[in-house]
């Protein structure tokens, strides 16, 4: 006889959150009691500011066109992609760009190719392969197979080859594939300063996400990305509590583990029991204070810290003559990423627009009054804006601990801390994106319930391949 399905508490309804309480439901059924706990607001990472009565993405902006489980969202909730608006970059070292896109294709190839040899080219095919191969995790998904950590993870996907990738940095990989010192310094630098605000020390396959990124397409959700996980909670009925979950006791019940979850709201302090928890919180000691008790042997703390991160939304006219136009109506790009030069004082900048994009709807010419997005590690102050812009009507900060700091832990965290007690976000340090969180809440929701059910010859099988193959 299959066992009920367990009731289950999920921390933090975020991205993770929402999408692990959704494929729970999907896998355990309607009947599952899913409590989803929030102190802050729904969507977490995936935020919003308003400028002018328009919301913008404050961050969390774009998704990647091979982002299959965020697709799937959008389809199943009837949202729809937001209408692209074309915009050209270029790469600035602090006194010149380094390299400037065109309108042309062929002429962008050309410059590369003048620039950096076939650099280009060798880096497309290293994304491409590890791409190609990470793309097994749906086939893996989709037949019910589940993994109990991320080693496992990843070795299932592409064997060692794909641990290693997260112990060795992207620069290392890429000039082992003949990748010249100058396209690293140049634009590898560019790509992983505006997506993780790190340097090229980050490792491989961390780079080799945020680069396939920038390499192929991306999308957002019209309306803004957060609506994927309002949808997700709405769809699965989840119960959402809003409260600061402070920690989790063991206590065990007719022979099985049962988690009591405390937490603290505007009505002060409670608790409740479930036979299942989910945590797609970040547990490191500098994000939480988060407690386990009467665990035997206890949790251990998570080593690691977090990247300091500064997004500034300025709605203003733009000092081109910074960047060498001294005729604001000359300027072409709008985004702008930066070499990792010592005097740069922020990461990249981009001319954005709103989440609602009409059909009539234009991008601001260089000359009028925009909204931009900077970032960069430290606050700006007024002389650095200055810097950046002529003048401006307002700027709206936003600081958050934003990815894990790469180079400052060397295992990966666990993803089971007890018998059926999970942890989503340590994926992170795998590699940082709305996909793979997805991935990692796919996986944490199959791998409870084989867990549940005993199906163990689903979870952290050998040659899954083949297996996938012999299935089909």
């Known amino acids: 006889r299959p066992r009920p399905s367990p009731p289950a508490a999920v921390v933090g309804a975020g991205l993770g959150g929402s999408a692990v309480a959704y494929f729970l439901q999907q896998h355990f059924g309607p009947q599952v009691q899913l409590d989803v706990y929030e102190a802050a607001g729904v969507g977490g990472r995936l935020a919003t500011v308003t400028v002018n009565k328009q919301q913008y993405e404050s961050r969390g902006a774009s998704i990647h066109a091979l982002s299959l489980h965020m697709q799937d969202f959008v389809k199943i909730l009837g949202l729809k992609h937001r209408r692209e608006v074309a915009g050209k970059s270029a790469i600035f070292s602090g006194e010149h760009f380094v390299l400037e896109e065109t309108d042309w294709y062929l002429l962008n190839l050309f410059r590369l190719w003048w620039h950096y040899g076939i650099s280009f080219l060798r880096l497309q095919m290293w994304v491409e392969e590890v791409m190609e191969k990470f793309m097994r995790i749906y086939k893996y998904q989709a037949h019910g197979y589940a993994f109990s950590s991320l080693e496992e993870l990843l070795r299932s996907l592409g064997g060692d080859a794909f641990v290693n990738m997260t112990q060795r940095s992207v620069a290392e990989s890429l000039l082992e594939v003949g990748v010249t010192q100058r396209f690293v310094d140049d634009v590898i630098a560019a790509v992983l300063r505006s997506s993780y605000g790190q340097s090229v020390l980050v490792p491989a396959f961390a780079g080799a996400m945020s680069l396939a990124g920038a390499q192929g397409s991306t999308w957002a959700v019209e309306g803004g990305n957060k609506l994927v996980c309002s949808g ?15 920690g989790v006791s063991l206590h065990s019940s007719e022979g099985r583990a049962l988690y009591q979850v405390h937490y603290e709201g505007s009505e002060g302090q409670g608790s409740a029991f479930y036979d299942m ?30 990247q300091p991160s500064v997004t500034s939304v300025v709605h203003g006219y733009l000092n081109s003559s910074y960047f060498g136009f001294p005729d604001p109506k000359l300027f072409p790009f709008a985004s702008i990423l930066t070499t990792d030069t010592p005097d740069l004082f922020f990461n990249a900048m981009d001319n954005i627009c709103p989440v609602n994009i009409s059909a009539a709807f234009r991008r ?22 200055k810097t950046l812009f002529r003048s401006y009507y307002s700027v709206q900060v936003t600081e958050w601990q934003a990815y894990p700091r790469y180079d400052a832990a060397k295992s990966l965290p666990p993803i089971v801390l007890h018998e059926n007690l999970f942890y989503l976000s340590g994926v992170e340090w795998v590699a940082s994106s709305m996909e793979m969180i997805a991935v990692a809440a796919k996986n944490v929701a199959l791998l409870a319930y084989n867990r549940w059910h005993q199906e163990l010859e689903k979870i952290d099988q050998k040659d899954l391949m083949h297996k996938v193959k012999t299935e089909l």
């Open 232 to 246: 997700l909670l709405k769809l699965t009925k989840a119960n959402v509590i809003s409260a600061r979950v402070t």
């Open 277 to 306: 928890v989910v945590v797609t919180t970040p547990l490191h000691p500098s994000r939480s204070n988060f407690t386990f008790e009467n665990f035997e042997p206890p949790i251990a703390d998570f080593p690691g810290a977090f």
């Open 364 to 385: 601001k010419q260089p000359q009028e009054a925009a909204v931009w997005r900077v970032l960069s590690q430290q606050p700006l102050d007024k002389q650095q804006l």
